[in-house]
């Protein structure tokens, strides 16, 4: 699986949006790019994956650059419960492979919101 | 629907000692992960097991083994614990291998 490089750390206004990129240069074609993110002493939790296209869902949008070597976490309105560590993960989601279904947690990024 | 339950939450052992961790999958889920986390090292892989078949193994000494039972509920065990062994264990599922996983609470072990 691809290695992925993101900021130690962020912070954002309450009520603005919190972007966050990664990078992934050597990502393959048939790697997603996953996001997520962890709360002080919980489990991980599932934000967004995608592809190549921009993906949106409830919690976030997903901008994947056209060469698929960066993109960018964007919470459009982060509050303080978005304070937490966010991982970007690249990898296989299907075919064969011998890392399967692990994920390759780097150190992630701490985005702090404050008031 | 239920989300991942992992038990005990916390637990606290001593060196020499072994543990045994449980997890219990979304209804549904065949595949669950154990990854440990420590302040350290961070979020590392431990095993990944899909119909009772443990499919990919991470870089950890034979001490830490697993199994998937028919109900793809799943035990960790670690034997002759070591004060390094203190971590957050964390069980993570999804539906099938390589698909968005979903993380229970963790077992926090603490060994003295």
């Known amino acids: 699986d691809a290695k992925t490089t993101q900021p130690t750390s962020m912070d954002c206004a309450e009520g603005r949006a919190a972007n966050l990129p990664c990078n992934h240069s050597t990502i393959s074609g048939n790697e997603y790019v996953y996001w997520y993110r962890q709360i002080h002493s919980q489990g991980p939790q599932y934000i967004i994956h995608g592809l190549k296209n921009n993906e949106t869902n409830e919690m976030a949008s997903l901008i994947i650059t056209e060469d698929r070597k960066s993109s960018t976490l964007i919470l459009p309105h982060a509050t303080l419960r978005d304070t937490a560590v966010y991982y970007c993960?690249?990898?296989?989601?299907?075919?064969?492979?011998?890392?399967?279904?692990?994920?390759?947690f780097g150190r992630g990024t701490q985005l702090t919101v404050w008031p | 629907k239920a989300g991942v339950t992992q038990t005990p939450r916390y637990l606290i052992k001593t060196r020499g000692q072994q543990v045994t961790l449980s997890c219990s999958p979304i209804?549904?889920?065949?595949?669950v992960s154990w990854y440990q986390q420590t302040p350290g090292q961070g979020l590392q892989f431990l095993f990944e097991?899909?119909?009772?078949?443990?499919?990919n193994k991470g870089n950890f000494p034979g001490r830490f083994s697993g199994r998937q039972f028919s109900n793809s509920r799943s035990e960790m065990n670690v034997s002759t614990l070591e004060l390094g062994d203190s971590a957050l264990y964390l069980c993570?599922?999804?539906?099938?291998?390589?698909?968005?996983?979903?993380f229970g609470p963790g077992t926090r072990l603490t060994v003295l």
């Open positions: 993960i690249v990898r296989v989601a299907s075919g064969r492979g011998s890392t399967l279904g692990r994920l390759y």
């Open positions: 993570a599922s999804s539906l099938e291998v390589r698909q968005e996983q979903f």
């Open positions: 097991y899909f119909s009772e078949t443990q499919r």
């Open positions: 209804s549904g889920h065949r595949s």
